[in-house]
T-cell receptor
Framework: QQQVKQSPQSLIVQKGGISIINCAYE??????FPWYQQFPGKGPALLIAIRPDVSEKKEGRFTISFNKSAKQFSLHIMDSQPGDSATYFCAASTSTGGFKTIFGAGTRLFVKA | NAGVMQNPRHLVRRRGQEARLRCSPM?????VYWYRQLPEEGLKFMVY????????ESGMPKERFSAEFPKEGPSILRIQQVVRGDSAAYFCASSPLSQGTGGSNEKLFFGSGTQLSVL
C-alpha cells in the first residue's frame, strides 16, 4: 500500500535526447509527488513536484506527467545534458494522517556527450 | 544560510561497536527525518522527530536503533552493537513544517549523508 515502484533502474540517453522515468503508486491517499535528483556523494535535492489536481507540470527542461486514474506519474527531461547524469528518485507523500515521504528505488541516468 | 549538516561523512565501526550519527537541521527547521539508503536501493524511511519528541519511528528496527532530537543540539541516530548489515548511507532531512498538517507538504532538505561501514 505504501510502495512506490520506479522504472527503469538505469537509463542511457544521448545528449539532446529525452529521458523518461516512470513511477507507479498504490496508495490513493498520496497527494504530493516530488522528484529528487541525487549526485554521487550528495544528498537528494528536490527537482520538481506535482499535486494530483493537475496532469502536467513543467519547469524548464523538466516535466512531470501525472495520470491519476492509472496511479502513475513520470518525469521527462528534454534536451538531456551530460550534467543531468545523476540518480533520480520519484516519491510520494500524503497530507492526511502521514508525513513520511516514500521513495522509489531510483533511476541511474547517464547522458552520453 | 547553512544547509542540513551531517557528521561524520564517513564512519567505520567494527562489529559490536556503537555508531552515533549527527544531524543539524537547517536554521528554522524543527522537523527531522532519518532515511537509510542501501546500494542500488531507494531511501527507506526510518524515523521522524520534532524537538524532544519522536513522532513516527515505524521504519526503525526495534532493536539496537534509537534516535533523539534534544531541545539543544543536533539530532542523533544511534546504532548499538552494529552488524555488517547496518552498512549503508544514512541521510538526514529537515523541513520547516510537518508534512501532514493541513496540506502543507513542505519539501525535504537533505544533508550529504553519513556512510557507515561495518567491518
Amino acid at each position: 500500500q505504501q510502495q512506490v515502484k520506479q522504472s527503469p533502474q538505469s537509463l542511457i540517453v544521448q545528449k539532446g535526447g529525452i529521458s523518461i522515468i516512470n513511477c507507479a503508486y498504490e496508495n490513493t491517499a498520496f497527494d504530493y509527488f516530488p522528484w529528487y535528483q541525487q549526485f554521487p556523494g550528495k544528498g537528494p535535492a528536490l527537482l520538481i513536484a506535482i499535486r494530483p489536481d493537475v496532469s502536467e507540470k513543467k519547469e524548464g527542461r523538466f516535466t512531470i506527467s501525472f495520470n491519476k486514474s492509472a496511479k502513475q506519474f513520470s518525469l521527462h527531461i528534454m534536451d538531456s545534458q551530460p550534467g543531468d547524469s545523476a540518480t533520480y528518485f520519484c516519491a510520494a507523500s500524503t497530507s492526511t494522517g502521514g508525513f513520511k515521504t516514500i521513495f522509489g528505488a531510483g533511476t541511474r541516468l547517464f547522458v552520453k556527450a | 544560510n547553512a544547509g542540513v549538516m551531517q557528521n561524520p561523512r564517513h564512519l567505520v565501526r567494527r562489529r559490536g561497536q556503537e555508531a552515533r550519527l549527527r544531524c543539524s537541521p537547517m536554521k528554522g527547521h524543527s522537523h527531522v527525518y532519518w532515511y537509510r539508503q542501501l546500494p542500488e536501493e531507494g531511501l527507506k524511511f526510518m524515523v521522524y522527530l520534532q524537538k524532544e519528541n519522536i513522532i513516527d519511528e515505524s521504519g526503525m528496527p526495534k532493536e539496537r536503533f534509537s534516535a533523539e532530537f534534544p531541545k539543544e543540539g543536533p539530532s542523533i541516530l544511534r546504532i548499538q552493537q552494529v552488524v555488517r548489515g547496518d552498512s549503508a548511507a544514512y541521510f538526514c532531512a529537515s523541513s520547516p513544517l510537518s508534512q501532514g498538517t493541513g496540506g502543507s507538504n513542505e519539501k525535504l532538505f537533505f544533508g550529504s549523508g553519513t556512510q557507515l561501514s561495518v567491518l
